[in-house]
């Protein structure tokens, strides 16, 4: 079976940083494209960023491209998000689920709560 277990998150003042991590099992880890997703309180999930499976090549969405990075370690079936100069509109509950800019698998985890308030 397919999950996901998001962790990582926190209550962090703006301009702060978090690391989120997403373990993964019940499919091939390293043959897969992998993506964070985010729901803001009231609002519809939305991407994140995405890695693919090998030779990394990473997106990232305009809101997050040079704060946030995206990584993975096969040996671990890890996700990871490394989340830097987080502002108020980060707010939100965080996800990881297989595909690049898009969900592989209905499965969803429980995610992961980032809070940024001062």
């Known amino acids: 079976q397919v999950q996901f277990v998001e962790s990582g998150g926190g209550l962090v003042q703006p301009g702060g940083s978090l690391r989120l991590s997403c373990v993964t099992s019940?499919?091939?880890?390293?043959?897969?494209?992998m993506s964070w997703f985010r729901q803001p309180p009231g609002k519809e999930r939305e991407l994140v960023a995405s890695?693919?499976?090998?030779?990394?090549?990473?997106e990232y969405a305009d809101s997050v491209t040079g704060r946030f990075t995206i990584s993975r370690d096969n040996a671990k079936n890890t996700l990871y998000l490394q989340m830097n100069n987080l502002r108020p509109e980060d707010t939100a509950v965080y996800y990881c689920?297989?595909?690049?800019?898009?969900?592989?698998?209905?499965?969803w985890g429980l995610g992961t709560q980032v809070t940024v308030s001062s």
């Open positions: 890695i693919s499976s090998a030779n990394p090549v990473k």
């Open positions: 689920n297989a595909g690049f800019q898009r969900a592989e698998f209905a499965n």
């Open positions: 019940g499919f091939t880890f390293d043959v897969y494209a």
